[in-house]
């Protein structure tokens, strides 16, 4: 078999192994993966434990969501009803929209991500537990401080996609639009740090053996998701640090007055709100096709062409934003080709869904209430999808543009495609997490009663707004036949909580957590998350041959749990997990990885204090709440990269691996890449405002300062990216003294930090305002965000020589260095890339 | 990265039709060389899933001897050849009649 990494796959025939393991080994494995109890919980990083309370967390905020819904029903039920008045409605909609959306959906399928994924790759945890700990505090804290908001009547109000001029100064002069700018721009913070988690996760710790035809379809789509919340968030930070910059300093980002454009907004807000979409039904896609197969006890039809639909999806759907912006007056070829796009991002959709169909034809499935939430998911997306076709039609779409028809068609698609999927996921898999499944009975009322709801809802909805009922509207006049509609939603809005509410009773009734004595695979799942699991995982880290091991080797469970499998004790005494190769999974080394710790609930709490803070103009309280954070960073990754005794481990069946690697193939190098590829997208989006600024307002833009400011700065910027790896070359010759190395990256960091402050000096020269012009705003954006990336490289270098003089850092390489020196070159690069932009373009080019 | 790019290939040749098309679509609006740019980019990409497509598509055809991840690379690349196709000319029809 050829080989992925010089890997010796003829080891795999060792596997499963035949001796006795040895006395007291399993007991180990149980008392270093042990979590804490008492207070100590908060510090538990174990996914079973994280990803739990991440997806209870998003259902809260379900829940709390639905709740202003029912309201709104109310308000809308009758003609000129006094309930919600027009601000406390405005608030409503803007909050149901932006929790839904933000707070519910996305964190949703990550937290379910976060629980599934190690045990369905026999991990024994994602590689960076802390990160997820940390995402999930960082979300709940700054969560429950956004939607505390609403108690205050300081909830936003301009609807969840803000768009200015309504949420400009001029128009929202309160603090109301900064807590969804703020709050919203950290929460997306949060889902990056676990999208992060997730690729690394999928592509490095998969089982041995689970090569990329081999991985489960759940899998496929949170790597395709992750990959899409890289790509598509940083244009929704970017679009809310411009719209905070504009609302706080007053720069003139998309105010036509003086150089700006308010349909900046709208692109950047679409290029990362469309694919958010698909972001959030792939998961639930991939979850339906996982219980499809489990429930119709059959293989997955089509499987190949699944993972073609999601990575077609992934791309597709990046086509399709400006399809919410027919109405503004695009140009006509522009808009044929985004209105192409959306038609063609359906057929994915529809392979899917006939490879569902498929699967249940083929196989056995059974009236259970996970198929039925299944199946009445599939009928409500398909209806959801129709609608979609005839809006991606751009007359159509004029006549339905912000009416009663779009809420319909998109609650159909996300209750459908996300919503149904995983109150079927939560039967499904509930059997992982607690010690009794959910209730048949009360689960197939909830069903029936959730789904006649939705129907009842939703379906008069299209008929409202085709009668021409705006969206938004906190009432409306009696006389215009849009009563009867109304109430219908209403009734069936509350019908849809009831059913709800039955599911909240089964699960006080029936859920009882637990890791040891769960219920088990209730529905006969085939794949590895079925294996018997403590806080460890899997007891020993199955070779895996095929797509449905559990089904395909009956004995595979009682195997596992003997221990005959790679890695059926702690090699080297730590929490620890095999790092396989990214196409054929092949062991590559024995990850060490950290336990329980303070440091990352600290750093949630104090990034979100930061931000919330923030939000309410204490600015002092904010800085130090900020300071506070970076330093609970800084202490948590003090515990990290950190060599240990043994160089290599045994993991069984004559297998050593390595316990401490550098470069490329490490899970941390991965992990810094994707971080920088979020860093280039922010810059790429920027670079786009930029122009587009330029193209819609040639007449407010004006030189750039003399070219020779560049040779000074280019040289600065050359300085920062030649010195550290120059550094890093120095690192490995014993004759260089240790402290060398980290000093070079220091200077390397002040060369980053004169060539920003030349920059800005430049700019100063020739007296740019950036209250006066787009450009001038545009170009203050560039020196913020490299200023951010200067001050982190700062921050990063001066870890560094800390760590050098405690002797952390050894030779030949070491990973913090390894890290540093990627951030720093990139720094230096994008500055350069920047500074020879703005001076060149436009003028010079 | 080169297995990533022949999987994907397909469909990074449509990333870069549609992102061709839209910045010829707004640099140039309502012009004629918007069309011919836009028309010559989607032949271009036609041309690129053609050959895209035979070669995986060959290439997956070829089986004997082949072990399970090659062939499904091959097959998986041949079907992302195959959608990139109709979906470029499907995206390109606009040139034609908007």
């Known amino acids: 078999m050829t080989s992925e990494t010089g890997f010796d796959t003829r080891l795999y025939d060792n596997f499963p192994t035949r001796e006795e393991r040895p006395q007291g080994e399993l007991e180990e494995l149980e008392r270093i993966w042990r979590a804490p109890t008492g207070w100590g919980r908060l510090t538990i990083v174990n996914n079973n434990y994280v990803g739990l309370w991440y997806v209870a967390a998003a259902f809260l905020f379900f829940l709390l969501a639905g709740v202003l819904a029912l309201a709104m029903r109310v308000q809308l039920a009758l003609p000129l009803n006094g309930i919600l008045p027009q601000e406390t409605y405005n608030q409503f909609f803007t909050m149901h929209g932006t929790v839904m959306m933000f707070l519910f959906a996305v964190p949703a399928v990550e937290a379910l991500g976060v629980m599934l994924l190690p045990q369905m790759l026999a991990a024994r945890d994602l590689p960076f537990p802390r990160l997820s700990a940390y995402a999930f505090w960082a979300y709940l804290v700054g969560g429950l401080c956004f939607f505390a908001s609403l108690f205050f009547g300081l909830a936003p109000n301009g609807g969840w996609f803000m768009y200015p001029p309504l949420t400009s100064m001029a128009y929202s002069p309160g603090i109301n639009a900064d807590f969804w700018l703020l709050g919203i721009g950290f929460i997306e913070i949060s889902a990056i740090a676990g999208a992060i988690e997730i690729i690394v996760g999928v592509l490095r710790t998969r089982a041995p053996g689970m090569s990329l035809d081999k991985m489960p379809i759940f899998a496929w789509a949170m790597l395709v998701f992750a990959c899409m919340i890289v790509i598509a968030f940083p244009a929704v930070i970017l679009g809310t640090l411009l719209l905070e910059f504009e609302r706080a300093f007053n720069w003139s980002f998309f105010d036509p007055t003086r150089g700006g454009d308010p349909l900046l907004w709208q692109h950047l807000f679409w290029f990362f709100g469309h694919p958010e979409v698909y972001i959030i039904f792939l998961p639930a896609a991939a979850l339906v096709s996982t219980m499809v197969a489990g429930l119709a006890k059959t293989p997955l039809v089509g499987h190949n062409l699944i993972v073609l639909a999601f990575l077609a999806t992934g791309f597709i759907s990046f086509g399709v934003w400006s399809h919410h912006m027919f109405a503004t007056g695009m140009p006509r070829l522009s808009v044929g080709f985004f209105s192409a796009a959306s038609t063609a991002v359906s057929v994915p959709a529809g392979i899917q869904v006939f490879s569902w169909i498929a699967t249940f034809a083929a196989g056995t499935p059974r009236y259970n209430t996970p198929t039925l939430f299944v199946i009445g998911g599939l009928v409500t997306f398909v209806i959801g999808g129709l609608t979609g076709v005839m809006v991606a039609m751009v007359p159509f779409d004029w006549q339905a543009h912000d009416t009663h028809f779009i809420v319909a068609h998109l609650h159909y698609v996300l209750i459908g495609g996300m919503v149904f999927p995983l109150f079927a996921a939560f039967y499904f898999w509930i059997g992982m997490t607690s010690r009794r499944a959910l209730s048949e009975r009360l689960g197939k009322w909830s069903f029936w009663l959730m789904f006649a709801g939705m129907q009842i809802t939703f379906l008069p909805m299209h008929l409202t707004g085709l009668m021409g009922m705006l969206r938004r509207v906190y009432t409306y006049l009696p006389g215009r036949s849009w009563e009867v509609t109304n109430m219908i939603s209403t009734v069936g809005a509350f019908i849809l909580a009831a059913g709800v509410v039955v599911f909240l009773i089964d699960l006080a009734r029936n859920f009882r957590f637990t890791v040891e004595d769960d219920a088990g695979n209730v529905y006969g799942g085939g794949t590895l998350e079925w294996l018997p699991t403590g806080l460890y995982s899997t007891r020993s880290i199955p070779v895996i041959r095929s797509r449905y091991p559990l089904w395909d080797d009956p004995e595979l469970c009682k195997i596992v749990e003997e221990g005959r499998y790679l890695l059926p004790n702690s090699a080297t005494g730590r929490r620890e997990t095999i790092v396989t190769s990214p196409l054929r999974a092949e062991p590559e080394y024995l990850q060490i990885m950290p336990g329980p710790s303070v440091w990352p609930l600290l750093a949630a709490v104090f990034t979100a204090g930061f931000f919330v803070i923030l939000t309410i103009q204490a600015y002092t309280p904010a800085l130090i709440s900020g300071v506070l954070a970076v330093l609970a960073v800084i202490r948590w990754l003090w515990e990290t990269d950190r060599p240990v005794a043994a160089q290599h481990a045994d993991v069984g069946g004559g297998i050593m691996l390595p316990t401490y690697v550098t470069g490329p193939r490490t899970h941390g190098w991965w992990a810094m890449v994707i971080l920088l590829i979020v860093i280039a997208m922010i810059l790429l989006m920027s670079v786009f405002s930029y122009l587009y600024l330029y193209g819609i307002h040639p007449s407010f833009w004006r030189s750039p300062p003399d070219n020779l400011w560049l040779l000074p700065i280019l040289s600065g910027y050359a300085l920062a990216a030649g010195l550290p790896l120059l550094a890093r070359g120095l690192l490995k010759r014993e004759k260089t003294t240790l402290w060398t190395p980290p000093v070079l990256m220091f200077v390397a960091a002040v060369a980053l930090v004169v060539a920003v402050a030349l920059e800005f000096r430049s700019w100063r020269s020739i007296g740019l305002d950036p209250q006066l012009s787009g450009q001038a705003a545009m170009i203050y954006a560039f020196l913020s965000l490299q200023g951010t990336m200067t001050a982190i490289s700062m921050l990063m270098t001066g870890y560094l020589m800390a760590r050098n003089a405690r002797g952390l850092i050894v030779r030949p390489h070491n990973n913090t260095f390894d890290l540093t020196t990627m951030f720093v070159v990139y720094s230096a690069a994008q500055g350069g890339f920047i500074a020879a932009l703005t001076h060149l373009f436009p003028g010079a080019v | ?98």
């Open chain 2, 1 to 98: 990265m080169r297995t990533w790019a022949y999987l994907l290939g397909g469909l990074v040749v449509w990333t870069v039709h549609f992102f061709g098309l839209y910045i010829f679509g707004s640099v140039f609006p309502q012009t004629t060389l918007a069309r011919i740019l836009s028309g010559l980019l989607t032949l271009a990409a036609l041309a690129a899933d053609a050959i895209l497509l035979w070669r995986a598509g060959t290439a997956s055809m070829a089986q004997a001897g082949r072990e399970e991840l090659g062939r499904w690379t091959d097959y998986l690349a041949a079907l992302s050849a195959a959608i990139s196709l109709i979906a470029v000319f499907w995206q390109g029809l606009p040139v034609l009649i908007a």
